[in-house]
């Protein structure tokens, strides 16, 4: 029986105050909910800035001897097609879905520190408008997204010194990512401490929901890596503007610092990227086979496995710059462990499917399409960790081909799985069915006809970033072909937008539990109110909702958990 | 780093708490180990510097008698801190707060002068971030931490004027608790660093 | 957290699981609860119980006499409280970089602000 009270103070009276005024309620708001909502709809905007941005490159390279953009106009173009897609996408995107989901998973009221909460946020949404307005200035960032020094040294003109990328270009790039380091670390350690310590009665980390299992790991991640991208983009600041030489080889230094500096946050990195949407299709998958998930322990710590993997990788993005043949061993070595792991994961997924009553709503779809396409990437992964192999692609279109593979086929699949899942709890509505298959369709046809040839072309050896290509070299019809699948991809996006919209005007009521789902979110409203349950719910085993619903057949009478 | 502290939802922590350590303190304690792992990969950028160039010239021009006082004045702010102040407001003594924080805020503000006539000395003699790559290294390293210091003075300032209105009891004293972490952290980062920067070069001999 | 064997031993129909939807819509300020009442002290002096079906009288005790609020009032438990310093702080921080690369004046701003900001955050009760 529930009983819950607030004694209040003697009654004042009451003006409405700024924080309940529409704008003042999401510009002070300190509620989980709000806050992964402002996270989800800011990074989705500047997932339509990089896919626009990532049209402009395919225009540009669907003909040869394109002249869409000029030469410096692309380096910029590419440089944050990256940058956004990473910084201001997907990560903001699952910072936003753990947000809004965790709590609730876990049974507690809010994350445990509410308004570094929504600094994080606030951070995010201002230093991604940071890094575009670079645009305004005509300085958009022009090195890569890893911004490889020397290439991107000495801001100022210098004694014995190549102004490479000599305007505030750089400058954009650098202290925007400090400044969404800043908000990574913020959220990061804000869900390891909810996660830790605010779970309900009876939940124990045994019991977890995957997705925050995979939070959880992904935010030790975010805390243990983004210090080396501080350090890394903090000694380039002081290169360009105070005349240190920590990446300058006249005076000693050495670019290959920046390397290692850099991939030891980004090999992490892609593990931040790509672990969250391993664990939203360990959620989808067992509701929509009405099963529980295979082997809930090994599909955990798998994940912890390859998080601890992960740091030990970083180097095989750099087996091209002539490292010591131990290190290459080595390096080579540890990358393809991480298979070991992965593989144990799309097994427990394929047996969780085994013998279920499948049904293939959208969000079943984006999660099949994810194993599918993840599958792909991480199998043309483990073949760039093969160091022969890796000298004959490295840096041409097979890496592209393969980053894709594993970030839009892997993680945007599963960000649309989870939208598609999580949609209802949010909104109260229903997301159309009818589009939400025809742009499932769309998108795995565009996926696989903008990257699959992507393979093809790198292996013909043409290099990632070039500004466009002789019509000789044997490259037109695969580029026009990735051209018309960007397009569709984008169609497929265009889709979406119609979907949601009107979805959100006119959907179909989706009651508290549409999914007939297993974890403790589906035990709120649709939306949940700001304090989320008015009781804290107790937990006996992984499936609280289930066992609820169906008290004789409760896992905890069933299983031991 | 202020923004950490002092910002747990009590009333969730009293339900599901079981008597172990608050949510701002496990809050600080992640992120000092954010913090701290910037200064691994400085150090480890330090050292892999210094072995690429193999170790020539990564000797200061200057005497180390002189910084390793400093060290032991910046070692010993950690004692008042923890032994008077933290003891005291345990116990409820707010005088001994105040006069254990307002040592420690002294030593450490002595540290940080030492640093800046360190400095100003070795420039005079030529040696600065600019003149060549050790000197980009040292006065990077050092210099991070003596921003890290100068936080974590700011900090306990903060702490010592609400410290001096009284906003302390024997109960509620995270932003005290929080301040003393992080300068024993600024502290025991200082012990790595000085150990690479200051004792190495002598180990080479 | 709760201990996890106590959770296994405790038959279901005690309602030591899930508290039932039924249950939940009730209206709350009941006078019949008896089972643990957990209170909880808010900063801003509300007070708050979260109760369970649950004999456990030795944590019953704590409430003292439980305060039973005007029906029309008692429902929230607990919500955060709104804040606009996270808001301004972030403009700040962003404010400071701008002016890093564009002009000294953004950056004075960006960082009074911060100053305004840190104050602010520091000082706000709730």
């Known amino acids: 029986m529930a009983t819950s009270t607030i004694v209040e103070r003697p009654a004042l009276v009451r003006q409405k105050r700024f924080s309940e005024t529409y704008i003042g309620q999401w510009l002070t708001t300190t509620d989980h909910k709000k806050i992964g909502i402002m996270y989800m709809v800011t990074a989705f905007f500047f997932f339509v800035v990089g896919g626009l941005e990532a049209l402009l490159i395919r225009t540009q390279l669907a003909l040869p001897d394109g002249k869409v953009l000029d030469p410096q106009t692309y380096n910029e173009i590419f440089t944050m097609h990256g940058t956004t897609m990473i910084f201001l996408f997907v990560m903001p995107m699952f910072t936003g879905l753990g947000n809004y989901v965790v709590p609730l998973m876990i049974g507690a009221r809010d994350m445990a520190f509410p308004r570094l909460n929504a600094f994080g946020y606030w951070i995010v949404l201002f230093g991604g408008l940071f890094l575009q307005s670079s645009f305004l200035f005509h300085a958009a960032p022009d090195g890569g997204w890893f911004a490889y020094a020397p290439l991107t040294e000495c801001g100022v003109q210098g004694v014995n010194c190549i102004p490479a990328t000599p305007s505030i270009n750089m400058d954009f790039w650098a202290l925007g990512v400090l400044l969404l380091g800043i908000s990574s670390i913020a959220g990061a350690l804000n869900f390891v401490v909810t996660i830790f310590k605010l779970r309900a009665p009876g939940m124990t980390i045994n019991r977890m929901p995957l997705f925050v299992w995979m939070t959880l790991v992904t935010s030790f991640l975010l805390l243990f890596a983004l210090p080396s991208l501080t350090a890394a983009s903090g000694l380039l600041l002081l290169d360009r503007h105070l005349g240190t030489h920590f990446y300058q080889a006249a005076f000693n230094g050495d670019p290959l610092l920046w390397q290692h500096l850099f991939w030891s946050f980004g090999h992490p990195e892609v593990y931040i990227l790509i672990l969250p949407a391993f664990g939203i299709v360990s959620e989808v998958l067992p509701v929509f086979s009405r099963k529980p998930i295979f082997g809930y322990t090994f599909v955990a710590w798998s994940g912890v496995a390859i998080g601890f993997l992960s740091f030990t990788v970083w180097a095989h993005h750099m087996f091209a710059v002539g490292l010591p043949v131990v290190a290459q061993a080595f390096f080579a070595t540890s990358t393809t462990l991480i298979a070991i792991p992965t593989a144990v994961k799309i097994f427990n997924w394929l047996a969780t499917l085994y013998g279920g009553k499948l049904s293939f709503k959208t969000p079943m779809l984006f999660a099949l399409g994810f194993v599918a396409m993840f599958l792909i990437g991480g199998l043309n992964g483990v073949a760039l960790a093969i160091v022969p192999f890796d000298y004959q692609v490295t840096d041409s279109y097979f890496v592209i081909a393969h980053l894709h593979y594993v970030l839009f086929g892997g993680a945007v699949f599963a960000i649309f799985a989870a939208i598609f899942y999580w949609f209802p709890k949010m909104t109260g509505k229903l997301l159309n069915e009818r589009l939400g298959q025809i742009q499932f369709w769309l998108m795995l046809i565009g996926v696989n006809v903008t990257f699959f040839p992507m393979h093809i072309l790198g292996l013909l050896g043409m290099p990632r970033r070039i500004y466009t290509y002789a019509p000789d070299l044997g490259w037109n019809e695969l580029n026009l072909l990735e051209t018309v699948g960007a397009f569709i991809i984008a169609a497929a996006i265009l889709v979406f937008l119609f979907n949601f919209v009107t979805s959100l005007r006119q959907g179909q009521p989706a009651g508290s539990d549409p999914w007939d789902a297993f974890t403790l979110e589906w035990d709120t409203a649709s939306p949940p109110e700001p304090y989320n349950f008015k009781t804290i719910p107790v937990v006996r085993s992984r499936r609280p909702f289930y066992d609820k619903k169906n008290p004789e057949t409760a896992d905890w009478k069933v299983a031991v958990h | ?205 | 957290m709760i201990n996890e064997e106590e959770q296994k031993d405790r038959p279901p129909t005690e309602g030591g699981g899930l508290q039932g939807q039924e249950e939940e819509k009730r209206e709350s300020g009941n006078p019949g609860s008896t089972g643990m009442q957990q209170q909880l002290q808010s900063e801003s002096g509300e007070t708050m119980q979260v109760g369970e079906e649950k004999p456990q009288p030795e944590t019953a005790e704590k409430t003292g006499d439980p305060p039973q609020g005007r029906p029309s009032r008692a429902r929230v438990p607990h919500s955060p409280h709104p804040s606009l310093w996270p808001f301004v702080l972030a403009l700040a921080i962003a404010l400071v970089c701008l002016g890093v690369v564009t002009h000294p004046a953004v950056l004075v701003i960006g960082v009074l602000l911060i100053v305004v900001a840190a104050v602010g955050w520091g000082l706000e009760r709730y």
Do not use: C
């Not at chain 2, 025991?188 to 004792?199: C, E, N, P, R, T």
């Open chain 2, 1 to 205: 780093m202020s923004v950490a502290y002092r910002e747990g939802i009590p009333a969730l922590e009293q339900v599901h708490d079981e008597g172990g350590r608050s949510l701002g303190w496990w809050g600080m304690m992640f992120f000092i180990a954010s913090e701290a792992l910037i200064f691994a990969n400085l150090i480890a950028a330090y050292l892999y510097l210094e072995i690429r160039q193999g170790g020539h010239g990564w000797r200061l021009p200057s005497e180390i008698w002189y910084p390793l006082i400093n060290t032991i004045i910046l070692l010993g702010s950690s004692a008042p801190i923890h032994y008077i102040a933290a003891r005291g407001i345990e116990k409820g003594s707010q005088r001994r707060l105040i006069w254990g924080l307002l040592a420690t805020i002294v030593m450490g503000a002595i540290f940080l002068g030492g640093q800046v006539y360190e400095y100003s000395s070795l420039i005079s003699q030529g040696f600065t971030p600019q003149s060549q790559l050790f000197g980009s290294a040292f006065f990077t390293l050092t210099g991070f931490h003596g921003l890290h210091v100068t936080v974590g003075l700011i900090f306990l300032l903060i702490v010592f004027v609400r410290a001096l209105n009284g906003h302390f009891t024997k109960e509620r004293h995270f932003a005290f608790q929080a301040g003393e972490m992080y300068w024993h952290f600024v502290d025991a980062v200082w012990i790595f660093v000085f150990s690479i920067v200051y004792l190495l070069p002598l180990l080479r001999g």
